[in-house]
């Protein structure tokens, strides 16, 4: 894989999964992505083989897991925190309690996409982040996972099974497997739906709302949700390249 100093390794720890990119200043180069529960010093090094950077631009909302990285790359490591440059102005009481990459989302949105905006992010937790109009992160949602709801159903009945999550046939159900498909999907629909309807309310009442959706299944829930018209699954690294460029090395 080609690369030389001047690119960038981007790292988003979320607690399911860690996703890696090699990056110029403007674009994504490419993407891997490794198991949070298993990061550690030898599957970090496995995973960037044959990579040549310089920085380490890293989101992380596993501290734990932050360690090796700082272990492998030291001082070449820039956090994401509100301490340093993000583009973006902080309206909220305690900044310090905003997750990196919900920052890094709201870095890339103000950036790539306009203001004001909504980035919902389909992780273990479903959030939703705003940006005014004069790019200030006001705050957001933070709601159950669509995977943390099902999971959670099959861990507390008797006879309900674990599902993959998949477009349900019909939202009546004719087994077991279709109800709770019909209701985590269509039902989780309604949720990011009426949700956006009252950020709407309160942010942008008379005029146009960017709303951009990531995660992983940004794109099964925006399938069939007029209000998610734009998937962007790279939006939380590409906020990580945006900031890097905001805070070049001393």
Known sequence: MPGDASH????????????????????????????TPSLALPSLQRAVRGWTFGRVILSSVVPERSACLRAAFDERVLEISHRIRLGIGIDYPKPATIGADRLANAAAVAALHGTPAV??????????????????????????????????????????????????VSAVGKSTREAMLAGAVIGYRGLVDHILREVRREIAPRGRLKVVATGGYAELIARRLPALRVVDPDLTLEGLRVIAGLNPAT
């Not at 389909?122 to 159950?144: E, H, M, N, W």
């Not at 959670?152 to 999550?165: K, N």
């Open 8 to 35: 960038l390794l981007l790292v988003d720890i979320s607690n399911s999964f860690t996703k890696l990119a090699l990056a110029s200043p403007g674009h994504l180069i490419a993407r891997r992505k490794v198991p």
């Open 119 to 168: 980035v919902v992010d389909f992780g273990t937790a479903v959030t939703f982040d705003i940006v005014s109009r004069d790019r200030r992160y006001l705050g957001g949602v933070i709601a159950p996972g669509l995977e943390v709801m099902t999971d959670y159903l099959y861990q507390r009945t008797a006879l309900l099974p674990r599902i993959d999550l998949d477009e349900p």
